[in-house]
Protein backbone atom coordinates (compact mmCIF):
# COMPACT_ATOMS: atom_id res chain seq x y z
CA UNK A 1 0.00 0.00 0.00
CA UNK A 2 1.30 3.35 -0.58
CA UNK A 3 -0.21 6.54 1.07
CA UNK A 4 0.57 10.22 0.02
CA UNK A 5 -0.51 13.55 1.30
CA UNK A 6 -0.20 15.50 4.34
CA UNK A 7 0.14 14.35 7.68
CA UNK A 8 -2.37 13.46 9.68
CA UNK A 9 -3.37 14.60 13.15
CA UNK A 10 -2.95 12.46 16.16
CA UNK A 11 -2.48 8.84 16.40
CA UNK A 12 -3.73 6.27 14.08
CA UNK A 13 -4.80 2.64 15.59
CA UNK A 14 -4.48 -0.17 13.57
CA UNK A 15 -6.09 -3.69 13.92
CA UNK A 16 -6.84 -6.72 11.05
CA UNK A 17 -8.49 -4.70 7.92
CA UNK A 18 -9.68 -1.28 10.45
CA UNK A 19 -7.94 2.32 11.11
CA UNK A 20 -9.35 4.48 13.21
CA UNK A 21 -7.89 7.65 15.06
CA UNK A 22 -9.16 6.13 18.58
CA UNK A 23 -9.22 2.76 20.63
CA UNK A 24 -12.52 3.19 21.11
CA UNK A 25 -13.72 3.89 16.94
CA UNK A 26 -11.74 0.80 16.51
CA UNK A 27 -13.24 -1.00 19.42
CA UNK A 28 -16.69 0.43 18.02
CA UNK A 29 -15.78 -0.99 14.29
CA UNK A 30 -14.87 -4.75 15.42
CA UNK A 31 -18.02 -4.70 17.51
CA UNK A 32 -19.98 -3.94 14.43
CA UNK A 33 -18.03 -6.36 12.15
CA UNK A 34 -18.33 -9.04 14.73
CA UNK A 35 -21.70 -8.42 14.92
CA UNK A 36 -22.50 -9.36 11.59
CA UNK A 37 -25.68 -7.53 10.33
CA UNK A 38 -24.55 -6.92 6.99
CA UNK A 39 -27.81 -5.44 5.78
CA UNK A 40 -28.59 -2.96 8.13
CA UNK A 41 -25.05 -2.38 10.18
CA UNK A 42 -22.51 -0.14 9.92
CA UNK A 43 -20.82 -2.66 7.39
CA UNK A 44 -22.76 -3.29 4.43
CA UNK A 45 -22.05 -5.84 1.88
CA UNK A 46 -22.91 -4.45 -1.89
CA UNK A 47 -26.31 -5.31 -3.08
CA UNK A 48 -26.70 -8.68 -4.20
CA UNK A 49 -24.04 -10.39 -2.60
CA UNK A 50 -25.01 -11.36 0.83
CA UNK A 51 -23.62 -14.51 0.88
CA UNK A 52 -19.80 -14.24 1.14
CA UNK A 53 -17.72 -12.09 3.52
CA UNK A 54 -14.23 -12.18 5.29
CA UNK A 55 -14.81 -13.30 8.98
CA UNK A 56 -13.31 -11.69 11.77
CA UNK A 57 -10.07 -13.52 13.36
CA UNK A 58 -10.90 -16.26 16.07
CA UNK A 59 -14.68 -16.39 14.74
CA UNK A 60 -16.09 -19.15 13.97
CA UNK A 61 -15.74 -19.92 9.99
CA UNK A 62 -11.94 -19.09 9.92
Known amino acids: MLLGG ?3 NGPR ?7 A ?3 E ?3 AA ?3 WIEGDFER ?3 QL ?3 DNSEFVPF ?6
Open 6 to 8: ETL
Open 13 to 19: YVFWNFV
Open 21 to 23: SSK
Open 25 to 27: KLE
Open 30 to 32: KEA
Open 41 to 43: GRF
Open 46 to 48: PPD
Open 57 to 62: PGQPGN
